[in-house]
């Protein structure tokens, strides 16, 4: 694992993941939040956006956390060796999100986007997590479906899996 783009909706503890990762495989690891926000939630253009996700995919060795525009998230699983899907029931999504947006009140989010607080935007939040599990998440399965003869395919579906990816995966390295 050298390229690993990971993938799912909010709230399924991806950053976390992500950081795992980057630490056990000495990987870079870059959130898209990071490069898609500026500060007061204003969003960069699709073109300033493109220019910099095609910098960090031409690199040789990334963990990349998160969205983006749907062109550049198949650019993403093109160049991937290993495309990660987190993808817990939408209750649990939900639950976390909720956590981690109460818990942003009092110790902000170091993974968040500079600039952009978190609880204001709570509601988005909430509609876009179910537009991605209605709408995206069926278009992320084929994606991924279609890559899988030459990447390797982590599906995370429960908290079981998480934690086996994590012993099998992370703590042999």
């Known amino acids: 694992m050298t390229r690993v783009a990971v993938i799912g909706n909010a709230g399924g503890g991806k950053s976390t993941l992500c950081r795992e990762i980057s630490a056990a495989l000495r990987l ?20 300033v956006f493109h220019d910099r996700h095609e910098v960090l995919i031409a690199q040789d060795r990334w963990v990349i956390d998160g969205f ?27 639950f976390w999100a909720t ?18 607080p978190m609880l204001p935007v709570t509601l988005k939040l909430y509609r876009m997590m179910w537009r991605l599990h209605r709408e995206m998440r069926p278009k ?3 994606a991924i479906q279609a890559r899988s003869a030459d990447r390797r395919i982590v599906h995370i579906r429960s908290l079981q899996e998480l934690a086996r990816f994590r012993q099998t995966c992370l703590q042999a390295s």
Not at 68 to 91: K, L, M, N
Not at 99 to 116: E, N, T, V
């Open 28 to 47: 870079p690891y870059h959130p898209i939040d990071k490069m898609q926000w500026l500060p007061g939630w204003v969003l960069v253009s699709e073109d």
């Open 68 to 94: 983006g525009p749907w062109p550049d998230i198949e650019r993403r699983f093109d160049r991937a060796d290993t495309i990660i899907f987190v993808d817990h029931p939408f209750w649990r999504h939900l």
């Open 99 to 116: 956590k981690r947006q109460i818990r942003s009140i009092f110790f902000g989010r170091s993974d968040g986007p500079d600039g952009c």
């Open 140 to 142: 992320l399965l084929t």
